[in-house]
């Protein structure tokens, strides 16, 4: 899908795990938590294996790659946000939350209500995006007892 209006053309591209743009933005988005994380970056590595995820969303500007998400099955009813990321020097665009929005159609389209997420309180960005139109809800399973998680839930 090609979204207009800006002064780039931001190309929002379906696919999987295995595509190697989806990788190297991730080890972008591993580097950025680190430096953000610290310590606490190595627990949650655990969480965040993307070899089976089915699907990903891209975000293109003018064919650079430069920000992605993805969506796994949290249980019958709900969809987890996870990898979102976008490049430092294209924040601010509202990519983020084209990326969203199209990962949420994505999961209506499977057949899911709702979406769940986990961000932590350092992602000052990603916490602003999803206040938006997420609720905190409790943290849920791996993420239960951290306290610098921060979970959302949508209805789709």
């Known amino acids: 899908m090609k979204i207009y209006g800006y002064t780039e053309d931001l190309e929002l591209v ?3 795990s295995q ?3 989806f990788a190297n933005l991730i080890v972008k988005l591993d580097e950025n938590l680190a430096s953000r994380n610290g310590d ?3 627990y949650f590595n655990q969480f ?3 070899d089976a995820i089915k699907h990903v969303i891209i975000a293109y500007i003018n064919g650079i790659a430069v920000g992605c998400g993805a969506i796994k099955q949290f249980d019958n ?3 987890e ?3 979102m990321f976008v490049s430092d020097e294209y924040r601010g665009r509202r990519i983020a939350s084209k990326v969203l929005n199209e990962l949420e159609n994505w999961a209506k389209e499977l057949g899911y209500a709702s979406a769940v997420l986990e961000t932590s309180n350092v992602q000052t960005e990603a916490v602003a995006l999803y206040t938006k139109t997420y609720t905190v809800t409790e943290n849920y399973g791996q993420y239960a007892g951290i306290d610098t ?3 959302f839930k949508k209805e789709l």
Do not use: G, H, P
């Open 48 to 50: 965040n294996k993307v």
């Open 149 to 151: 998680s921060i979970c």
């Open 81 to 83: 946000v996870k990898r």
């Open 40 to 42: 606490m970056q190595e």
């Open 19 to 21: 595509n190697a743009d």
């Open 14 to 16: 379906r696919t999987t």
């Open 77 to 79: 009813e709900s969809v």
